[in-house]
């Protein structure tokens, strides 16, 4: 009886799969992808835009971190030509900070982006982001 327990311990599954339904015949939603490369630019060092990301203290949620169905819950589908952002490139993916955008929307909104610099200043001037006054200036034009 005690070998046949061991044998029933040592067939069971080390971890627990939830079925979300967005792996399906080995493809991979567009949604869960958007998800995975999240998790990794936040958590995984070895992965080359930590830098940008978890290297500079983006995180994801706790609640969305270990939960795709929590995170998929909140933005829903991946509209045709978009893929994940985050509104202000300064904080984390978490509720309120995340959409479906565009390349054209997001460029506008990289740290290199005149417009996203210019966006900063303009914050800093009128006291609304006084940690930005000072750190970054307006490249010059070409």
Same mark, same amino acid.
């Given at each position: 009886?005690?070998?046949?327990?061991?044998?029933?311990?040592? *067939?069971?599954?080390?971890?627990?799969?939830?079925?979300?339904?967005?792996?399906?015949?080995?493809?991979?939603?567009?949604?869960?992808? *958007?998800?995975?490369?999240?998790?990794?630019?936040?958590?995984?060092?070895?992965?080359?835009?930590?830098?940008?990301?978890?290297?500079?203290?983006?995180?994801?949620?706790?609640?969305?971190?270990?939960?795709?169905?929590?995170?998929? *819950?909140?933005?829903?589908?991946?509209?045709?030509?978009?893929?994940?952002?985050?509104?202000?490139?300064?904080?984390?993916?978490?509720?309120?900070?995340?959409?479906?955008?565009?390349?054209?929307?997001? *460029?506008?909104?990289?740290?290199?982006?005149?417009?996203?610099?210019?966006?900063?200043?303009?914050?800093?001037?009128?006291?609304?982001?006084?940690?930005?006054?000072?750190?970054?200036?307006?490249?010059?034009?070409?």
């Amino acid at each position: 009886m005690q070998e046949q327990e061991n044998e029933s311990i040592k *067939a069971k599954p080390r971890h627990i799969h939830i079925k979300h339904g967005h792996c399906q015949n080995g493809k991979r939603s567009k949604e869960f992808v *958007a998800w995975v490369g999240a998790k990794q630019r936040c958590t995984n060092p070895r992965v080359k835009q930590f830098k940008d990301y978890g290297g500079r203290g983006i995180r994801m949620c706790p609640e969305w971190l270990h939960d795709f169905a929590a995170f998929f *819950a909140y933005i829903g589908p991946c509209p045709l030509g978009k893929s994940l952002d985050r509104i202000d490139n300064r904080e984390g993916y978490e509720p309120g900070n995340v959409q479906w955008s565009t390349r054209q929307e997001q *460029a506008v909104n990289r740290r290199t982006s005149n417009q996203y610099i210019a966006r900063r200043l303009r914050e800093a001037a009128s006291g609304e982001n006084p940690d930005f006054a000072g750190s970054q200036t307006l490249p010059k034009a070409a």
